[in-house]
């Protein structure tokens, strides 16, 4: 029997419902239980969309009000007990604590003017990091040899109730539980494994209680079998499943993002009703599932890309299965191959998209429908000419000349072979640096984007809608500039930035300027929490018709003494956060971003821009999962940073930057990219992340993050000063940048004044100590 169903839906809403509800509720607009009902109709809304695509199951368990791991701490009441939960606390209240961290008030002691008085003697945040190889960002759960769970099934058993009530049949998704341990961090060192036992109990009652709620299936993620796994990790998983099997309920182990090589055998063993198979990531390994996997089990194939926007080549999709079906007796299921979190929720419609591009796209409600062509194909109820937009869509696409750009091939093969290599060696470079800017030790700067005010986002509206001229947008986004640097200069920052007001997006503002991307109006993503971004649609050769922010940057510059630095996005974070074409290698692609980049940088230098920060936080995000595919991704990617920043005279100080990720596997390859100057987001980890760098003996100049932007926590310069004396423990002190985290952005100007004077302040106290030392 052949059936369709998906991992996960985009749960923001295709009007970002879910993102808007949030904000509202943060700011005391709306309370819990207007909330919720957002939540339930959402919900409602898209098992609707599911059942109406003829899918036999909605997923139940995928909704999660800010990040499905952060729910998974709370369903096993493993909450880290520096957070004191009393219980008198609302499930609610748990979550937005573990995700957004509270502080406690007192009164500003910052001199800054404002009323703010939130300062940081609360709650921190979990720590956040990427979901796998995605833009994804989870909550990190923290876990030691006194961790402790319990289990608070109600909400999703609610969930549920819900489903069931509106007449769905329902597959619960749940993550599985080595998954969920191996996502966490061991706080004291501690055996996450260890804690294996504790946990499965509680996994136990719940699969019990899930079946008797009329949950026909539950799905086990376990996206951990795809990476290199210890083997006491991989041996424990049969205890684990033959335990959970015992529930009684019919459990679909899932795994998506990488093929499963030395754990396939053991994926097709484990006691478990039926497994999905990632056969977009994998397709090489469905042939020995299909033989191995008993045919008493479901196998489920991914077959449409979760994770891009390209509308399927069904033929070749129904190639891959024919055999599939020919080969087991068994019953078969297709899916996406991985959550459909990953796409938005529709682009059939979107008007900023021309009619062309919009026939070779796909958003998640448009891969609900490809999954019932496929089944309808294979089942004999579908008519031939139900593969025929999507055939006429392939062939359009492929034979466009919007896509291939002769100018574009020959500017990348008249590169020298050393135009990823700077003229002289660090040391070097470092001396006459100094020697220009003549910085203090421990020097400050932020990571680019200060606030985007309703001023700001109002006016870059009507500009866009054309209400507003384009000589009135430019003089409001000056005013904005203006302003930026004037408080900068306040504060007493040492290298300051234009504070980008007239950026949308760190990648859609460059992609909207670069030939060969398009976008849409609303093809929003969810990045975290309320957090969306809209990626970019990365079609054909990439190429620089003019300059992207050097006006902008020299205005900047124009109105201070102090060094202005100029901010661009790297060409491996473009690539990475956007929707990229399959249709050639992605280094290929890179490059041509690259050599964009690097004509960038050139002007800016020219322009009497003497520091460029090219960030690229996406770099550790696209590392492949497995360890003997990293090399050659390292070596392309790593070159086209290179390429980008190495145009430039000894004198022009490159910055790059990096977000929450695990750096110590890839530190060769960090160094390799030669940047003068790191920043990286650390204050999550309470500088825990700098450690590998110093071990490692990092070469050149480093600025771990002081504080953390994503909390609106205000923090003390006595924090700062903590953490800046942890770091000068590992890098030398001249060597060390004061910076925050990561951009400004989502911040209110008067929490932004507050901490970088505080910041400010505590640089000083380091300055002062090293030169009494």
């Not at 069904?314 to 068994?330: F, H, S, T, V, W």
Request: glycine share 8%; charged share 20%.
């Amino acid at each position: 029997m052949i059936k369709t169903h998906i991992l996960g839906y985009p749960r923001i809403g295709a009007q970002r419902e879910l993102k808007f509800a949030l904000e509202r509720h943060w700011r005391g607009e709306i309370d819990e239980t207007a909330l919720e009902a957002v939540a339930a109709d959402l919900r409602a809304r898209h098992w609707a969309e599911q059942r109406a695509a003829g899918l036999d199951v909605v997923s139940v368990g995928d909704f999660a009000f800010y990040d499905q791991v952060a729910d998974h701490v709370l369903l096993f009441g493993c909450a880290p007990a520096r957070f004191g939960f009393t219980g008198a606390e609302t499930p609610l209240q748990q979550l937005f604590t573990l995700a957004r961290g509270v502080a406690t008030e007192a009164p500003s002691a910052c001199g800054c003017g404002h009323a703010h008085g939130a300062q940081p003697h609360g709650k921190p945040a979990l720590e956040m990091t990427k979901w796998f190889d995605t833009n994804y960002h989870y909550l990190v759960p923290e876990f030691d040899a006194a961790t402790r769970f319990g289990l608070a099934p109600d909400r999703l058993l609610a969930q549920v109730a819900q489903a069931r009530a509106l007449g769905h049949p329902v597959k619960v998704t749940l993550i599985g539980p080595l998954s969920f341990l191996w996502l966490g961090k061991a706080k004291d060192g501690a055996d996450r494994l260890a804690l294996l036992d504790a946990l499965l109990p509680h996994y136990c009652v719940l699969l019990a209680r899930l079946k008797a709620a009329g949950a026909d299936w539950v799905q086990l993620d376990e996206p951990v079998l795809g990476l290199d796994l210890p083997g006491d990790w991989s041996l424990a998983f049969e205890r684990a499943y033959h335990l959970l099997n015992g529930a009684g309920a019919s459990l679909l182990l899932a795994t998506y993002f990488s093929p499963l090589r030395e754990n396939l055998s053991l994926a097709c063993k484990l006691p478990v009703a039926g497994l999905h198979v990632d056969g977009v990531r994998a397709p090489e390994e469905l042939g020995p599932v299909a033989d191995w996997l008993p045919a008493h089990k479901v196998l489920s194939v991914g077959i449409v890309d979760g994770r891009n926007i390209w509308r399927a080549d069904l033929d070749a999709c129904l190639a891959r299965l024919r055999p599939l079906i020919e080969r087991r007796a068994g019953d078969l299921w297709l899916a996406p191959s991985c959550s459909l979190l990953h796409v938005p929720s529709t682009l059939a419609h979107d008007a900023a998209l021309d009619a062309e591009l919009r026939t070779w796209l796909a958003g998640a409600r448009e891969k609900l429908d490809e999954l019932r062509i496929l089944k309808r194909a294979l089942d004999g109820t579908g008519q031939p000419e139900d593969l025929a937009p999507a055939r006429a869509a392939l062939a359009a696409r492929r034979a466009s000349a919007r896509v291939a750009r002769p100018d574009v091939a020959a500017a990348l093969a008249a590169l020298p072979p050393d135009a990823d290599r700077r003229a002289a060696p660090f040391a070097q470079r470092q001396d006459v640096q100094r020697a220009r800017y003549a910085l203090p030790a421990f020097p400050t700067t932020t990571i680019g984007s200060f606030p985007q005010t309703a001023a700001i986002r109002t006016a870059r509206a009507a500009w866009r809608r054309g209400e507003l001229p384009d000589a009135d947008y430019a003089a409001a986004m000056r005013a904005e500039i203006a302003d930026a640097v004037r408080v900068q200069e306040d504060l007493g920052l040492d290298v300051l930035v234009h504070g980008e007001a007239e950026r949308n997006d760190m990648v859609e503002y460059f992609g909207e300027q670069l030939d060969g991307f398009a976008f849409s109006a609303n093809g929003w993503v969810q990045s975290y929490g309320s957090r969306c971004v809209k990626p970019p649609i990365l079609y054909g050769d990439v190429r620089r018709p003019a300059p992207m922010t050097v006006g902008w940057t020299t205005y900047a510059q124009s109105l201070t003494e102090q060094p202005m630095k100029g901010m661009l996005t790297g060409p491996v974070t473009i690539l990475q956060w956007s929707f990229v074409r399959d249709d050639q290698p992605r280094a290929l692609t890179c490059a041509q971003i690259a050599l964009a980049i690097r004509a960038e940088v050139a002007d800016l230098e020219t322009a009497g821009i003497g520091i460029v920060q090219i960030d690229e936080p996406a770099l550790r995000e696209g590392l492949p999962l497995r360890a003997a595919s990293r090399a050659a991704y390292l070596d392309w990617a790593g070159r086209a940073f290179r390429i980008a920043a190495s145009g430039v005279a000894d004198t022009t100080q490159i910055h790059t930057h990096m977000c929450y990720a695990e750096f110590n596997d890839i530190l060769p390859a960090i160094a390799a990219l030669d940047a003068d100057v790191i920043t990286i987001e650390t204050s999550r980890s309470d500088m825990e992340l700098l450690t590998g760098f110093g071990a490692f003996a990092y070469p050149n100049e480093i600025g771990p993050g002081v504080y953390d932007i994503h909390s609106p926590r205000v923090p003390t310069t006595d924090d700062m000063v903590r953490l800046l004396r942890k770091a000068a423990a590992v890098i030398p002190a001249g060597r060390l940048w004061v910076n925050p985290d990561c951009g400004l952005k989502t911040r209110a100007w008067p929490e932004t004044e507050a901490a970088l004077r505080n910041m400010v302040a505590a640089a000083r106290v380091l300055r002062a100590e090293s030169r009494t030392a």
